[in-house]
DNA sequence: TTAAATGTAGCACATATGTTCTATTTTTGC
DNA sequence: GCAAAAATAGAACATATGTGCTACATTTAA
């Protein structure tokens, strides 16, 4: 998104959540009005510009024929809201809410698992979910939630340790169990007050 | 693809090939001159008739603003080309070589592991590589492949007992050793000429 | 067989839509 | 401050494109 004016940027946004919402590209007169410029004229300049710069193609004389570059384009993207622990801890950003889809890392979903709104994923560090197989580097796709069950796998905040676990659910009583699937480690067990449930596990992706 | 005669049938499909190549929908008159049809009332004839059964919407007066509905369309999919056995046997057809989705098992793809061509998949039945960390259900990713290294996991076709099997691959001097990954189980040593091997593993993506 | 339903043909029309042109304004670089 | 470059305006133009209309052909159903 560098070399780019406001209006250019509003143009490219435009074209992306129109895209969104109809499947098709708008007509130059749909941005015009819709990024509120005064003339067709100013838009054509502009997409030849961004053209130019390689942010989107369009065939000659052919409607509605703007397509927006891989790069430009967030589409069916989740965000890689940050690498999860699963054995040696990591610092994460607890509060990162927002998705930059220039700067942070994100995964594309096949659409079987997809369709579902607040998914997320996360990069698994470590072995600790070895036994559930789930490992160093697969990426889990996880559905946001602040509760979980008894054996529900799900990824949980500790504020007290700043890091983010994977683990199974359990609560026996008074006490949260969060469980490794590696003989190698042990439960935590945690006071409820001590663990935020960010969201439970719906499916893993593993380049090999 | 029910209730379809040959004409419609053949504008679903052009439709479909059009957006694959432009990523853009075909105008009336394209479709007219891909599908043969010697007037643009009949396309838009038969465009009225596929929408009113469900297989595609249209904006009114917007150019190119055809949509094929989901169902209708195979973007991004790959075959699932047979169940594989990964421990007991299970019967295939070795010499499925087409794609027909209407009737035919598909994955989509997500992004980061396709773009590569001659891609399929299989979906694993049994346990045989649960240490590699792929288990009954899961989903591999293939590409086509007459040959590996050693070490590489495959999926290999067994002539002699009719089944597809996903091991490990090595060569040992004169006979090929698929050695699962799961100790319950033990190698097969074949000759070369007893294995046919049709793709090295890429992937593998899991529901939860 | 016959009437209704369905599909085909060809053309005309209205407008949706990309492009171009010239003039003017604003910004940039020196 | 001034010339060049960049951006804006507004309109006109050409054509791309969806739709409508009438006539005709073919198929279906009774």
Known sequence: MINLNEKQKNILKFIENYYIEYGISPSIREIQNGCNITSTSV?????????????????????????????????NKIPILSNIAAGEPLMVNPDQT????????????????????????????????????ITNDD?????????????????????KDEETTLKRF????????????NPKYDSLFLDPKEVVIKGKVVGVIRKV
């Open 139 to 159: 990426i889990v796709i996880m559905k946001s939630s602040n509760n979980a069950s008894d054996g529900e796998m799900i990824a949980a905040w500790l504020p």
């Open 98 to 133: 927002s998705f930059n889809e220039d700067t942070d890392p994100y995964v594309e979903l096949p659409n079987h698992i997809s369709s579902d709104p607040d998914l997320f994923a996360l990069k698994v560090k470590g072995d600790s979910m070895i036994d559930a197989l």
């Open 43 to 75: 838009v054509d300049y502009n997409l030849k510009s961004l053209q130019k710069k390689g942010y989107l193609n369009k065939r000659s004389d052919i409607s509605r024929a703007i397509k927006l570059n891989k790069d430009t384009q967030s589409n």
């Open 170 to 181: 359990y609560f026996t009583g008074d006490k949260v169990e969060l469980r490794p699937e």
